[in-house]
């Protein structure tokens, strides 16, 4: 017979609030990066939609001889110049509308 003790093992409750803290600390510098990067990532949609609306615009004056119209219903609807349909805007989910006199995309200054 042996009368040998076996030790537990397991963690400490010291080792296991060690990983806890270093865990909250990083994910208080993490969180906060993750979260911003969605504003950023819509702003950054919205300014390639625009882009799109102005190029498409100049596109329909080319071959149309007129800008379309302010509310984008008589290009929206042709699907030669957006065939998934007329975009809105990713950061507040408005429509787009042009200067009908300019062809370029009024408001959405994010």
């Not at 080319?62 to 008589?74: E, V």
Request: glycine content about 10%; aromatic content about 6%.
């Amino acid at each position: 017979m042996s009368n040998c003790r076996h030790r537990k093992s397991g963690y400490s409750l010291v080792e296991l609030m060690a990983v806890l803290a270093i865990v909250a600390t990083i994910a208080t510098l993490v969180l906060p990066r993750v979260i911003g990067g969605n504003d950023d990532a819509e702003q950054s949609a919205c300014e390639t939609y625009k882009a799109n609306i102005e190029i498409q615009a100049e596109l329909w004056m080319h071959n149309k001889g007129s800008w379309p119209a302010a509310n984008l219903s008589n290009i929206g609807a042709d699907l030669d110049y957006f065939p998934q349909g007329l975009p809105t805007c990713p950061v507040d989910n408005s429509g787009y509308t042009i200067d009908a006199g300019t062809g370029r995309v009024v408001g959405h200054n994010h």
